[in-house]
């Protein structure tokens, strides 16, 4: 999926910076994009086209923002702040994002256009490779058949990058985290689980993710190993890697996970919880009581 950058977002009016109990977080807001940016569309499907024909399909962003409104709109019926990358995410779930920075520079006869294109992993959101290309002098104006050609010309490494990363996680399984937190208020403890658990709640976690990375490195679906986090009275992690797809041939996401084990917290721990994962990447659940 190729999308705007915030930098692109800023210079278009659709990024807006909003302080959140002393955080500063950010609004993006794709559709304002399209709507200021005539050039946006052209530009997204000319770079869809050239990766496409090399044999990496992408997932088209206009076409998903049609389908997060409903996402959204339970996000804030659960009291949950939204955000629009994160719902498209959820919405498209795609392996990759291609964040893309350009501007056209025009001097007198002749112009050139400067891009950066990012290819990030969704689910970790770590960069996988990136490329920058200053632009050369050029007698062209359309910026969707300029960006289209210097990407041709300029993004064979990144290709190289994307198909070793490819590799790596039909192999290995993709990577995610999950997030476990008491109650802001402090009510639950982790370690006063114990006595409506049928043993130590850090165990049962444990145990039951170490016990899935196991049944999936039995069946060669991943190659990783279970790796935990931060592990405090309140907080608790843990990283490992999942299949790309589950039996029902979808794509498998954070929020996936996290769905199952809250059920085994409810049989094993009679415990309520709250699923607030907005990613893909990185599930996020609160115990309630």
Same mark, same amino acid.
């Given at each position: 999926?190729?999308?705007?950058?915030?930098?692109?977002?800023?210079?278009?009016?659709?990024?807006?910076?909003?302080?959140?109990?002393?955080?500063?977080?950010?609004?993006?807001?794709?559709?304002?994009?399209?709507?200021?940016?005539?050039?946006?569309?052209?530009?997204?499907?000319?770079?869809?086209?050239?990766?496409?024909?090399?044999?990496?399909?992408?997932?088209?962003?206009?076409?998903?923002?049609?389908?997060?409104?409903?996402?959204?709109?339970?996000?804030?019926?659960?009291?949950?702040?939204?955000?629009?990358?994160?719902?498209?995410?959820?919405?498209?779930?795609?392996?990759?994002?291609?964040?893309?920075?350009?501007? &056209?520079? @025009? #001097?007198?006869?002749?112009? %050139?256009?400067?891009?950066?294109? $990012?290819?990030?992993?969704? *689910?970790?959101?770590?960069?996988?490779?990136?490329?920058?290309?200053?632009?050369?002098?050029?007698?062209?104006?359309?910026?969707?058949?300029?960006?289209?050609?210097?990407?041709?010309?300029?993004?064979?490494?990144?290709?190289?990058?994307?198909?070793?990363?490819?590799?790596?996680?039909?192999?290995?399984?993709?990577?995610?985290?999950?997030?476990?937190?008491?109650?802001?208020?402090?009510?639950?403890?982790?370690?006063?689980?114990?006595?409506?658990?049928?043993?130590?709640?850090?165990?049962?976690?444990?145990?039951?993710?170490?016990?899935?990375?196991?049944?999936? &490195?039995? @069946? #060669?679906?991943?190659?990783? %190993?279970?790796?935990?986090?931060? $592990?405090?009275?309140?907080? *608790?992690?843990?990283?490992?890697?999942?299949?790309?797809?589950?039996?029902?041939?979808?794509?498998?996401?954070?929020?996936?996970?996290?769905?199952?084990?809250?059920?085994?917290?409810?049989?094993?721990?009679?415990?309520?919880?709250?699923?607030?994962?907005?990613?893909?990447?990185?599930?996020?659940?609160?115990?309630?009581?």
């Amino acid at each position: 999926m190729i999308i705007p950058s915030d930098n692109q977002l800023n210079r278009l009016g659709a990024l807006e910076e909003i302080d959140n109990q002393g955080f500063t977080v950010y609004n993006r807001d794709y559709q304002k994009a399209f709507i200021e940016s005539s050039d946006l569309k052209l530009v997204i499907a000319a770079l869809e086209g050239v990766f496409a024909e090399r044999g990496f399909p992408l997932v088209n962003l206009e076409q998903n923002l049609k389908g997060i409104q409903n996402q959204m709109a339970l996000d804030i019926a659960e009291g949950l702040r939204p955000d629009a990358l994160s719902a498209m995410l959820n919405v498209a779930r795609p392996d990759i994002i291609m964040e893309l920075t350009y501007e &056209l520079q @025009s #001097g007198g006869m002749t112009n %050139a256009l400067s891009y950066t294109l $990012s290819a990030i992993d969704a *689910y970790t959101f770590k960069t996988v490779s990136s490329v920058a290309d200053p632009g050369v002098e050029s007698l062209k104006s359309n910026i969707a058949q300029l960006l289209a050609e210097q990407v041709e010309r300029t993004t064979q490494n990144l290709q190289a990058t994307l198909k070793e990363h490819f590799a790596d996680i039909r192999q290995n399984g993709r990577e995610i985290k999950i997030r476990i937190t008491a109650h802001e208020e402090g009510i639950v403890r982790f370690n006063d689980w114990s006595d409506s658990c049928d043993d130590e709640w850090l165990y049962i976690f444990g145990d039951w993710v170490k016990g899935k990375a196991k049944e999936w &490195l039995n @069946s #060669g679906k991943t190659n990783g %190993a279970f790796k935990q986090g931060i $592990s405090t009275a309140t907080v *608790y992690e843990a990283q490992f890697r999942i299949p790309l797809y589950g039996e029902d041939g979808f794509s498998i996401a954070a929020s996936d996970i996290a769905r199952a084990f809250r059920g085994e917290m409810r049989k094993k721990c009679g415990l309520n919880t709250r699923d607030v994962t907005q990613g893909i990447g990185e599930a996020k659940i609160v115990v309630m009581d």
